[in-house]
């Protein structure tokens, strides 16, 4: 059993920044790819960023340049740091792990969401 506890959502002003948390924990041989996604009011869900254990990073182009991806392997946790936010920005945040239990098998896990909000 594996849980993904995000934090660091909130409201703020355009042009601001924030800074989201997601750990894992539970039954965690290791951890592969890490990343984070975005659902806003009535759109499809979709990806922010990605980063591979060995920190390789990926980023959809309307973050490219404002966001930065993360992760600290030894505490199980990736960060998503958020800046220059905008109005389009406002989205519920999502963050997927894939990881390998003590048995070697992989499982794709998502944590429950954190709301971000930007508005004046």
């Known amino acids: 059993q594996v849980v993904l506890v995000e934090s660091g959502g909130g409201l703020v002003q355009p042009g601001g920044s924030l800074r989201l948390s997601c750990a894992a924990s539970g039954s965690i041989f290791s951890i592969n790819a890490m990343g984070w996604y975005r659902q806003a009011p009535g759109k499809e869900r979709e990806l922010v960023a990605t980063?591979?254990?060995?920190?390789?990073?990926n980023y959809a182009d309307s973050v490219k340049g404002r966001f930065t991806i993360f992760r600290d392997n030894a505490q199980n946790t990736v960060y998503l740091q958020m800046n220059s936010l905008k109005p389009e920005d406002t989205a519920v945040y999502y963050c997927?792990?894939?990881?390998?239990?003590?048995?070697?098998?992989?499982?794709?896990?998502w944590g429950q969401g954190t709301q971000g909000t930007v508005s004046s």
């Open positions: 997927n792990a894939e990881i390998v239990n003590f048995r070697y098998y992989p499982s794709d896990n």
């Open positions: 980063i591979t254990r060995g920190g390789s990073t």
